[in-house]
């Protein structure tokens, strides 16, 4: 039998909602601010700045919640500069200069993630942060995990975030909730998994503002 291969992560897809509710595309829109320096990718963690836009987020390892943290990242609209139309885009390209430029996020702290676990925390490495790892359900299902900033794809417009589940049962970001059964490979190992943010690490579910 051949099994579906993945060959690099692709940042956090919404799939569920914890207790077995379907996610039915619920998401708000946040703006960005005018010329904001970073390139922000489909499936990539976002978090607000004091002034209520937001940027592409720090999380990584942190043992405690980043200020501001508020979900995950599917695309956003702005009048371009150039043309003065309206347009949609899958990524925020960065350095854009527009007054109304609005990210779509999903901000629910009870959405399920699908995320491709990888080898290192090392972002953008060939053979860390972008080389997907097959692991046991044994070994990852009562674990945390931390996150892995690799950059996106403008070609694309979809980011590359992934994620490092390291058989540890400390405080991260993200809490491993399952494995994903359509790429268990042939040795019963599995690259994709449901992951939701850690309890405390969401702006709506932590009690000091950003």
Do not use: W
Request: hydrophobic letters at 40%; charged letters at 10%; one cysteine or more.
């Amino acid at each position: 039998m051949a099994y579906p291969t993945i060959s690099a992560p692709y940042g956090l897809k919404p799939v569920g909602l914890v207790g077995g509710h379907n996610y039915v595309g619920s998401t708000r829109k946040i703006p960005i601010a005018s010329n904001y320096g970073t390139g922000i990718f489909y499936g990539d963690v976002v978090q607000y700045t004091s002034d209520g836009t937001i940027i592409i987020s720090t999380l990584q390892n942190n043992t405690s919640a980043v200020a501001g943290v508020i979900g995950v990242f599917l695309g956003c609209s702005f009048t371009d500069p150039n043309s003065g139309q309206v347009v949609f885009r899958q990524n925020y390209p960065a350095s854009t200069v527009a007054s109304d430029i609005e990210a779509i996020v999903v901000d629910d702290p009870n959405v399920i993630f699908k995320v491709v676990n990888v080898t290192n925390t090392t972002a953008n490495g060939a053979t860390t942060g972008l080389a997907p790892l097959a692991k046991s359900r044994a070994t990852t299902i009562s674990c945390n995990a931390e996150l892995v900033l690799n950059t996106g794809l403008t070609a694309t417009g979809n980011g590359r975030m992934g994620v490092f589940i390291n058989n540890v049962t400390s405080v991260l970001p993200f809490t491993v909730i399952d494995v994903v059964p359509d790429t268990v490979d042939s040795a019963g190992n599995f690259t994709e998994f449901l992951v939701k943010f850690t309890a405390g690490y969401h702006r709506y579910d932590h009690t000091v503002g950003v």
